[in-house]
C-alpha cells in the first residue's frame, strides 16, 4: 500500500510540474501572438502612410516639375516636334515645304547649342 500511495504520490507531482510548465509556456506563446499583432498592426499602418507618400508624389504635376528641374526636360512644340511617315527619307525631304525645312533648321541649331556645355 505504502509502495502505491508514494507512485500516486510521484504522479500527481509530475502531472502538477507538467500542468505549470504547459499553462506557463501558453501564457509566454499568447504573450508572442500578442507582439506579433501588435507589429502587425503597426506594419500596417506604416504600409498606409508609405502608400499615401507615394501617391503624393506621382502626382503629375510634381513629376513635371522634376522632369523640368532635374532632368532638364521641355514640353513638347510643334516646332521640335518630328513625325515620322513611311515614305523613305528621300521622298520625304523633298515633299517638305521651305518653311518645314527652316524650321527643322533653326530646332536643330537650338538643339546643338543647349547640348553645348
Known amino acids: 500500500m505504502t ?3 508514494i507512485l500516486l504520490f510521484f504522479a500527481v507531482l ?4 507538467f500542468l505549470v510548465k504547459t499553462q506557463y509556456e501558453s501564457r509566454r506563446l499568447f504573450s508572442d501572438l500578442d507582439r506579433a499583432k501588435a507589429e ?13 507618400e507615394r ?4 502626382t503629375p504635376l510634381r513629376v513635371e516639375k522634376l522632369a523640368r528641374e532635374q ?8 516646332a521640335i ?3 515620322a511617315s513611311p515614305q523613305s527619307n528621300a521622298d520625304a525631304v523633298a515633299n517638305q515645304s521651305p518653311q518645314t525645312i ?6 536643330n541649331a537650338i538643339t546643338t547649342a543647349e547640348v553645348k556645355p
Request: glycine share 4%; aromatic share 2%; net charge positive.
Open 102 to 107: 527652316e524650321l527643322r533648321q533653326q530646332t
Open 14 to 17: 509530475g502531472t502538477a510540474l
Open 55 to 58: 501617391g503624393a508624389q506621382a
Open 40 to 52: 502587425a498592426h503597426r506594419l500596417e499602418s506604416e504600409q498606409d502612410k508609405l502608400d499615401a
Open 3 to 5: 509502495r502505491v500511495n
Open 71 to 78: 532632368l532638364r526636360m521641355r514640353t513638347i512644340t510643334p
Open 81 to 83: 516636334t518630328q513625325y
